[in-house]
């Protein structure tokens, strides 16, 4: 790897004169990745190229320094997180500080990250979900009273983006965490009736709900009767029922005694617990009667294809529950047979009891009996152009309403970022404008500067605001008046004509997004 990093740049400053001696060299920071600083920069400096890592090139154009992306005040105990081994020790009494932005983050009492974070990213979007501060940093210095009082217990105030940060005693922490317990979330109790595969179409809206497919199958839905296959693709849904009846097999009598002795168990304990659970469902059998409904399905309408099996809860997407990123979805070839089918489903299943996914439900009281998994069954895109997440944000009192675009080319991540990739985000206005730029992707353009794709903005903006509508008045249906905000996952894709397409791929409220006027 380091010898083709020295004969690219070799290439760039041949091919492009204006470069005067060697290119720097961008490496990454993060442990055991393949161009890390630790990797790369010996090897480098031996052939006299200069290295540096992006947040370093931020500090020197005097890039942002803080930035709060969760203004909620937090109270407990600082410490500074330097690799993964200590992120086992975190507890929801800890205000972290991650050297890097964590693929998962147990329940805290903060979030501090000394990288750059999204607004719309699972980190964020969790932190919004429980209510808790979430600041990133350029680094330690950017702050100096906080790296002062690691160890210490703390409490931060963000007012109005200006950082407060003192020491208290342990009676005010606990008199504090007394005060700001997470309120508990109840789930809907899921339905047993149905085994064979489900269509998301408007003829089968009997079947169509939270306690029988889960909210993620359920909002898709919705958005597809909305908008049309012009904007939302053909779906299916496999029920709660054969996730239910698969644990049969051995798995209840493991979720069961898990449940009865959890009180009991360390966070070790927990983990090896929940591993027994996930490992006897994956080698469990799934049902032949659902298996023959879905290769049915599979067969007939994505011949040749590849379908996205994707985890459809009780206790994710839905509004006082988000669940971002806690359960796993697998990719599937419908030409291959129904072993590797049914591998991928117990896998889906079994991400139920992920170790995140326990501990975030934990946190919020949920009723772990009462919790189930279906699955939603949905094209896969392959070589979109783009991809990204849409934040529908109402304002408190005019009803007015801003639309924020986070996207980045191909499939990298919005909502789960590689390290210091950053995305393309902006505000649209009215007749897909973009009115306020927050950032460019360091990846490629999407939108920003490319015409024929930003004609889509027009679209994109409608339909976000119908869809946020549509699901603020089934809420409201439902006897909720809070407002919330939509947040939206969309891909863009290109043909073989040059032509774009949008299509909307997911649709979730989001509370705590309220904007004041």
Known sequence: MANDIIKLTQLISATYKQFKGKPLVIVNTKEKHI???????????KHQFNTAV???LIKHFDGFKIEVLNEVVAVGRLVHVKNEKEMVKLTPQDIAIFEHIPERVPPLAGIITLEPQTPLSHVNLLAKNRKTLNISLTSLSAWPELKAKIGQIVEINPKFQKLIIKTVTSDYAAKFWKNNQPQKVNIPNPELTFESTIPLNKHFKQYQKVNLIGAKANNYALIHE????????????????PYMDLLTQGADKEINFFLSKKSTLNKSEKQKALARIRNVITKSTPSAAMLESLRGVLNKYFAGKKVKLRSSTNCEDLPQFNGAGLYTSKGFNV???????????????ASLWNDEAFEE?????IDHKKVAMAILVSPAFVDEFANGVILVTPHEKSGNVDVLVNTQPGENEVANPKKNDKPE????????????????????????????????????RINAIKVHQALMNRQKESGDKQLYSTDIEFKVVKNTDGQYFLYFKQARLLRNHILPE
């Open 35 to 45: 161009l890390s600083q630790q990797v790369l920069e010996p090897f480098l400096k």
């Open 54 to 56: 992006p947040m370093n």
């Open 226 to 241: 909305l908008l049309g296959e012009e904007y939302v693709l053909p779906a299916y849904a496999i029920g709660f029922k």
């Open 361 to 365: 439900r934990e946190y919020f009281g």
């Open 425 to 460: 985000a902006f505000l649209v206005g009215q007749n897909g404008v973009v009115s306020s730029i927050k950032s460019h992707s360091n990846l490629g353009k999407v939108f920003i500067g490319n015409e024929q794709v930003s004609a889509l903005l027009k679209v994109l």
């Open 335 to 349: 030409a291959d047979n129904d072993k590797v089918l049914a591998e991928k489903i117990t896998k889906v299943y």
